[in-house]
């Protein structure tokens, strides 16, 4: 098995991508935050469907967390990272220090609308995006792939990252990727490991009642008394929800349900002091 590259430096990424394209190959690109798992490997096995050569960067983006946030407990794995993406076959890896990303005097912000502000997570983490939005266009140009890929479990930040690239020319095709689940529903996340027991039995509560809920809609029911009762039994469970919502899957503003246009049901809410997100089509 071979071992990826690991490149520290923006002139090694450069390089590396220059020598690749030289030789013909076409490049995809998976931005993560480490702490691998399964879902992650999926887009590396998506990305090699799609590219002959498949980077993946490693970067816990600081300007993406609030100052009440982990960041500085986010689980850090890199020798097991780097164990997995070599199973995966991938070519190199991208692990800069901040100070590369963000050398001192570093002055710059993408400023977002559209679905960055259409009221799910941009109303509590109201930075989040700016900074997700601010390193991925760095990461998009530092590596100017041909295709970049993330998870759908991340919605929002899927059609921020589209709405982006499309708006600032970059001649890169975004794909997403679908989630990849424990056997109980609950989407795999690097932060599940901060979950106790209890809270782990919980968790599958979310992904459930989002099914059930949108069962009933497709069935017929009033979507408002549905997602209603939606939120009134995640709050019973013990989560705090910061919300349940409804909404259309392109522009992610108000659905019309009939105009049978996609649609995708979103859901973020804290157990203990972990913060879960999740979202299905409808
Ligand atoms: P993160 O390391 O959490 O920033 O995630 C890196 C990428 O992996 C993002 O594009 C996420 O949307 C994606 N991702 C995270 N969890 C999953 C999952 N359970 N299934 C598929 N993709 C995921």
Redesign the pocket.
């Known amino acids: 098995m071979s071992q990826p590259e690991i490149l520290e430096t923006l002139a090694s990424l450069r390089a590396r991508v220059r020598a690749w394209r030289a030789a013909g190959e076409t490049v995809a690109l998976v931005?993560?935050?480490?702490a691998l798992h399964a879902?992650?490997i999926?887009?590396v096995q998506l990305a090699k469907s799609r590219a002959s050569r498949v980077l993946v960067s490693i970067f816990v983006n600081p300007t993406q967390f609030a100052p009440n946030e982990d960041f500085s407990k986010y689980p850090r794995t890199f020798d097991a990272d780097k164990e997995k993406l070599a199973q995966a076959a991938a070519d190199a890896i991208y692990a800069p220090q901040p100070a590369e990303m963000y050398p001192p005097g570093f002055s710059t912000t993408v400023s977002l609308t559209g679905p960055a502000a259409a009221g799910l997570e941009d109303r509590f983490r109201p930075t989040h995006f700016a900074g997700v939005a601010t390193v991925v266009s760095k990461l998009h140009i530092q590596a100017m792939p041909d295709i970049a890929i993330?998870?759908e479990?991340?919605f929002q930040?899927l059609a921020v990252i589209r709405q982006m690239t499309r708006d600032l020319d970059l001649p890169i095709e975004v794909l997403g990727?679908e989630?990849?689940r424990e056997a109980d529903g609950l989407?795999?996340?690097?932060r599940n490991v901060y979950l106790d027991a209890a809270q782990r039995e919980a968790a599958p509560l979310l992904n459930a009642t989002m099914h059930e809920s949108a069962a009933r809609i497709r069935a017929g029911e009033a979507s408002e008394i549905v997602m209603a009762e939606g939120r009134a039994k995640i709050a019973a469970a013990g989560f705090a929800l910061d919300y349940l919502e409804l909404r259309d899957a392109i522009s992610l503003g108000a659905p019309d349900i009939a105009l049978d246009k996609p649609l995708r049901m979103l859901v973020a809410a804290k157990i203990g002091v972990t913060r879960l997100i999740d979202n299905i089509a409808v």
């Open positions: 931005p993560t935050m480490g879902g992650h999926s887009l993330y998870g479990k991340d930040q990727g989630t990849i989407a795999l996340s690097s």
